[in-house]
Nanobody, 124 residues
Framework: QVQLVESGGGLVQAGGSLRLSCAAS????????MAWFRQTPGKERDFAAA????????YYADSVKGRFTISRDNAKNTVYLQMNSLKPEDTAHYYC?????????????????WGQGTQVTVSS
C-alpha cells in the first residue's frame, strides 16, 4: 500500500520560510517522479514543483520559481519543498504526489498517488 505523508506546514509571516517534507512508503521511491501541488478552497489543485527520479532535474511554476526549491533523498524515501520569501498568496493546502511513468507532469491528473496534504498559511 502506497503512502505519502506530508509534514512541515504551519503559520508563518510574510517573508518567512518553511520546509515541507513528504515521506513515502510502499513504493520503489527512486523510480517515481515526485511533485508538490497546492490548492485553495474552491480552486483547482495547482502545480508548484516537480523533481525527476534521480533528482537531477527540477521544474517549477513561474509563481514559485526563485523562492521554492524541491529536492529529494532517495535513501530516506523523502521529498522536500523549501519555501523561502513566502507571500500571503502562497497560503494553500500543499500536497505531495508521485508518478511512476518517468514523465514530468504539471497537471494533477498525471500523478497516481497523493498524500493528505499539509496546510501552509502566510500572514501579511
Amino acid at each position: 500500500q502506497v503512502q505519502l505523508v506530508e509534514s512541515g506546514g504551519g503559520l508563518v509571516q510574510a517573508g518567512g520560510s518553511l520546509r515541507l517534507s513528504c515521506a513515502a512508503s510502499g513504493l520503489t521511491f527512486g523510480s517515481y517522479t515526485m511533485a508538490w501541488f497546492r490548492q485553495t478552497p474552491g480552486k483547482e489543485r495547482d502545480f508548484a514543483a516537480a523533481i525527476s527520479r534521480s533528482g537531477g532535474n527540477t521544474y517549477y511554476a513561474d509563481s514559485v520559481k526563485g523562492r521554492f526549491t524541491i529536492s529529494r533523498d532517495n535513501a530516506k524515501n523523502t521529498v522536500y519543498l523549501q519555501m523561502n520569501s513566502l507571500k500571503p498568496e502562497d497560503t494553500a493546502h500543499y500536497y505531495c504526489a508521485a508518478d511512476g511513468s518517468g514523465s514530468i507532469y504539471r497537471t494533477a491528473i498525471g500523478y497516481r498517488y497523493w498524500g493528505q496534504g499539509t496546510q501552509v498559511t502566510v500572514s501579511s
